[in-house]
């Protein structure tokens, strides 16, 4: 195996001279080069990037810089670019470059990232692009958009190898040889039967093991998973990760080969929906740094509005103890803390649950024992909490029934909040809402009313 | 391609039939089963799984059902099961399964399986079960130990195909299907120089539909990412999804080839990563239902403890003004909201940040810019909310002065979270610490303290 006249140049990488991404610096130089009009330079400066640090380049920049480079590269735009670029970037550069130079990217696209792409479009622009495209792709195109949002119709190529069981293994690879029409990567080939419904699979690497003369029939794997076409991204992914596939047929309501999912996309998606449960948790629904000034306002807002009634709510109940807060004015120097404790305890569980829902670990198999537990936990922290809080406070206010009132009130709260931190992202599942989505604003409603009401109600039995 | 004998005779499944993970049913009946010693009646239950979903029921299961099952399964476990299970569970397998039969089934794992159950042992436990598995296979299994956590010598499958760049397309399908010590699924195989160095890598779809006379140096691609050893898997799974790898060779610190690490590694780590800042955002460190009681006691207490200090903090602001509490008990009832808003505003600017940052969307180069922009969100929901919560109050209490206390709080509190929201992140990841642990709780602080100090300062002004 030696070959001694031929040498890597480049010295080993290590973790920490590696370049991972864009390198910040440069994203100056090449602002300030445009800037200037200086654009050889700026040309040169990103001549050896990749498409993906180059789309980071072109989301890094100011919308004004961004405007001279789209300029810039126009005449030989990669379109490698486009799908990289965050939302609401791609939808500015698909405005710079015009529908002629837009369409003519999206043709050069595989046809998942051109879905991908055609999508994210306005209704206008997304119809003359369209025109704008070769008829068999449009066509194509057309077909995708018709399926649901995050379904595996959405994912998956539809270039896709697929050959007869009674081939051997050299037909096949004499026919990838000569055939034009092949996926522009691919990990497994397909074996159909006369209905051209997916009956095995061949792994790439055990195709260029097996002799020449063994029948494909003998060395597929036909514990296939086939994929229907509406099946949502998430299942999807989790099948992927459960059985280890590196890809998988995706079938039409016949049952027939229409498709294939590669891991690939299902790394994007893996991303994508843990990223999505801890921004639905904090009301977040763009994930997006890039997102516009007034569109950001707007998505936040109602999330905001919300918790403005719950926080008004949990006020009213406050409100019932004004009595008690007149006389003593300790109480509402210490009110917040179990609140606090409560929220924080909470959330610690609702946390564990929508990851575990989401995962499938936390299932109807063991929901009873897992909340259980969580009440367990909730109980013994709330003990050692009420014991330290309550020493705090008789520290503080050098009264011993104040002690008991916020010891008491932890108590409960802290139990409340491991109950309510799993029965909440349960039940939400259970009507088919996103855990995530309504489990923080229920939560601490919960958290806050118990908090304030037995703090508060017990000060009142107690100390009045 | 017709073969009108052959017919897939299952029907086609739909996104409601297909079935996907385990039956929650099926976990009942097992348990029942297997309690009543009906030990048939269970294995016939199970025998359909596939390894997954067994790894699934075996977490289902409470603690003394697991013995039994084990027990069952003990004399052909298959060894598949176990790096599918949670850490917790797994060490109460390899608990059960005892040394020599842990032995043999870590000696049938990839490498890198092995290694993460190996690493998951009690010392004591861990050092019997290495002296059970055959001596080659035990240095292997030390010298990952040797790799830090989460690392790429952690990742990587030591079984890799290299080949010299003068071999031809022909040459190396021969040497594979002679070969035994090939990996058990891969996706590229790399081009070495004399010292093996990788050069370059072929993707198995560019070997097969290549002529058998082709040279491998004319097909392989050159622009090879190789890794080093200790790089951290964050920063793996970041190259391998900004550059849409399937497989990247690793090296040593003399840049040769060790091993590589494939994408189906990297969709554990990127879920691992997105549910880690999750998690840690709530100050969460066990991902895990399974993690037993007293040991997820321990875990979250000191999250709560910080907590509780942060909470003290708040309230010895509060105390600040019981003088002016005292003569106005609305303010105690209404003080909560400020608080509440401006930590809810600040948790959704803080978890797109800490998003942002590990996905690299947030970067030195656009810092400046996004912080300006989230100031100016909290600046504009602010004035929005001040409206509101003002005019409620005015409403409530019949108090103009008061209504305009809380609505000028609301401002300051609003634009305090989105500055604080972004800059805790960022100043906690320059300083090496992980955005996601330490964010949450300064945050908070932050704005309980600005929300409760501006609310009852503004009050002592206006109204005292």
Redesign the interface.
Same mark, same amino acid.
């Given at each position: 195996?030696? /070959?001694?006249?031929?040498?890597?140049a480049?010295?080993?990488?290590?973790?920490d001279t590696?370049r991972?991404?864009?390198d910040?610096e440069l994203?100056?130089k090449v602002a300030e080069a445009l800037e200037v009009g200086e654009i050889d330079r700026a040309r040169e400066l990103i001549e050896p990037l990749?498409y993906?640090?180059l789309a980071?380049l072109i989301?890094?920049l100011?919308a004004d810089q961004r405007v001279l480079l789209v300029e810039m590269m126009r005449r030989k735009f990669p379109a490698e670019i486009i799908p990289e670029l /965050?939302e609401p970037v791609r939808n500015e550069v698909a405005e710079l470059l015009g529908t002629q130079d837009l369409a003519a990217a999206i043709a050069k696209l595989d046809s998942d990232d051109a879905l991908l792409l055609i999508d994210g479009l306005e209704e206008a622009r997304r119809r003359h692009v369209l025109h704008a495209i070769p008829a068999a792709l449009r066509r194509e195109l057309e077909e995708g958009l018709a399926f649901p949002d995050d379904?595996a119709g959405r994912l998956m190529q539809r270039e896709v190898v697929?050959?007869?069981?009674?081939w051997t293994v050299g037909e096949c690879?004499d026919d990838?040889?000569e055939s034009d029409e092949? =996926?522009s990567?691919?990990?497994d080939i397909f074996v159909? /039967?006369?209905?051209h419904? =997916?009956?095995g699979g061949v792994?790439?690497?055990k195709?260029?093991?097996?002799?020449r003369s063994v029948r494909i029939g003998d060395i597929m794997k036909s514990d296939l998973r =086939?994929?229907?076409l509406?099946?949502?991204q998430e299942?999807v992914a989790?099948?992927?990760?459960?059985?280890?596939l590196?890809s998988a047929p995706v079938? /039409?309501?016949?049952?027939r080969l229409v498709g294939t999912i590669t891991?690939?996309d299902?790394?994007?998606v893996?991303?994508e929906e843990?990223?999505e449960?801890?921004?639905r948790?904090?009301?977040?629904t763009?994930?997006?740094?890039?997102t516009p000034?007034l569109e950001?306002?707007r998505s936040?807002?109602v999330?905001?509005?919300i918790?403005?009634g719950t926080?008004?709510l949990?006020?009213s109940v406050?409100?019932l103890f004004?009595h008690a807060?007149?006389k003593i004015?300790a109480?509402?120097?210490?009110? =917040?803390?179990t609140?606090?404790?409560g929220g924080?305890?909470g959330?610690?569980t609702m946390?564990?649950?929508v990851?575990?829902l989401a995962t499938?670990?936390?299932?109807?198999?063991?929901a009873l024992?897992?909340m259980w537990?969580e009440v367990?936990?909730g109980g013994?922290?709330g003990f050692?909490?009420a014991l330290?809080?309550g020493a705090?406070a008789i520290a503080w206010f050098g009264d011993w029934l104040l002690g008991l009132c916020i010891a008491g009130a932890m108590v409960f709260d802290l139990i409340a909040a491991g109950f309510a931190g799993i029965v909440i992202p349960i039940i939400s599942q259970r009507f088919r809402i996103d855990p995530a989505i309504s489990s923080t604003v229920v939560l601490?409603t919960v958290t806050?009313v118990i908090g304030f009401f037995s703090f508060l109600g017990l000060a009142t039995l107690l100390l009045l």
């Open positions: 195996m030696s /070959d001694a006249g031929l040498e890597s480049v010295a080993p990488p290590t973790a590696a991972v991404g864009l910040p994203v100056g990749h993906a640090d980071d989301e890094a100011s /965050d379904s697929a050959v007869p069981q009674y690879i990838m040889r092949l =996926p990567d691919f990990y159909v /039967d006369s209905k419904r =997916p009956v792994p790439l690497d195709l260029v093991r097996s002799k =086939p994929i229907p509406d099946m949502d299942q989790f099948l992927f990760k459960q059985h280890d590196t079938v /039409d309501r016949m049952g891991i690939d299902i790394v994007d893996v991303e843990a990223e449960d801890m921004l948790l904090h009301g977040v763009d994930t997006d740094v890039h000034l950001t306002v936040r807002f999330w905001l509005l918790n403005l926080a008004f949990a006020s406050i409100g004004e807060l007149e004015v109480l509402a120097v210490l009110m =917040p803390i609140a606090s404790m924080n305890a959330t610690q946390t564990v649950a990851r575990a499938r670990d936390l299932t109807t198999a063991n024992r897992i537990k367990l936990v013994i922290n050692l909490f330290i809080t705090i601490t806050d």
